[in-house]
């Protein structure tokens, strides 16, 4: 997600820092924006030149501290409350106190990460759809201290950047996984309980209700552990038995098999 959000930024004219963890991490990035680039040239929707262009406005860095020059900051890290909230705790520190600090986080409450620092009126969810250089939802989530102009600047941004902004309150999944994500859940479950086989289930879904990616095929492409994150967000916030997690998904995030991502989850990837 981090890097599709860098490489639409680029595109738009943006100079952008992509940081993180390590130089491997970061190379894997930088080949999938190629990768990416290369294929909207084939599809003839930007030239070469585009793509050097975009590729030369990104610079990748692994210490966060290069982040305190930044205008605005979006943070795309693990689905892990205490993980994203301790990151922003160090941008706050880092950051102007007029910069805007952003989550794509797909669940986690937005009063919780701004709560964390000193600016929660600058806080805003902007959660981008996967892959991001081609969907064109993003959701704009409003924390409770969050406030209009940060909201209005925000909308502004991603229209700016091409997106269509839906503005949602602060509820675990927001709109997008609180409808989502139980879909998957109960997908899983009627694997779990021998209703149809995963090939079965997706091709009814696909065939008879018109998804283009069944579901199963879909939690592996988002990837099986962050299902599971989500689905126990919403299972927390709602305290609602509806919520709880499959335990085949839970047995198989366990095991390793994360989908996509490991080359194996409900399929098998090469």
């Not at 491997?24 to 999938?32: N, S, V």
């Not at 692994?62 to 205008?71: F, H, I, R, Y």
């Not at 990460?113 to 892959?131: D, Q, S």
């Not at 090939?199 to 990616?213: F, I, R, S, T, Y």
């Amino acid at each position: 997600m981090g890097n599709g959000i860098a490489q639409v930024f680029a595109q738009k004219g943006h100079s952008v820092i992509l940081q993180d963890l390590d130089e491997a991490i970061l190379d894997r990035a930088r080949k999938q924006m190629e990768r990416s680039l290369s294929r909207l040239i084939e599809k003839e929707t930007i030239s070469a030149a585009d793509k050097a262009s975009t590729l030369a406005r990104i610079r990748s860095v692994t210490d966060v501290k290069a982040l305190a020059a930044a205008d605005f900051v979006i943070e795309a890290v693990v689905e892990d409350a205490e993980v994203k909230r301790e990151l922003f705790r160090e941008l706050d520190r880092l950051c102007k106190p007029e910069t805007i600090l952003a989550s794509n986080t797909s669940s986690i409450s937005i009063t919780r990460l701004g709560a964390a620092t000193r600016r929660p009126e600058k806080v805003i969810g902007m959660h981008f759809m996967n892959p991001v250089p081609l969907m064109p939802l993003v959701e704009v989530i409003r924390g409770q201290s969050t406030t209009d102009q940060t909201l209005r600047t925000v909308v502004q941004l991603a229209r700016a950047l091409g997106k269509t902004p839906v503005e949602v309150n602060d509820y675990p999944g927001f709109v997008s996984n609180r409808v989502l994500m139980p879909m998957i859940n109960e997908a899983i479950f009627a694997v779990y309980e021998g209703v149809a086989s995963a090939e079965a289930v997706d091709q009814v879904m696909k065939l008879g209700m018109n998804h283009p990616m069944g579901p199963l095929t879909l939690a592996d492409f988002i990837g099986l552990d962050v299902c599971l994150a989500i689905m126990n967000v919403l299972q927390d916030g709602f305290g609602d038995p509806k919520y709880r997690p499959c335990p085949l998904l839970k047995r198989m995030v366990a095991a390793g098999w994360l989908g996509r991502k490991t080359g194996r989850g409900f399929f098998t990837y090469a």
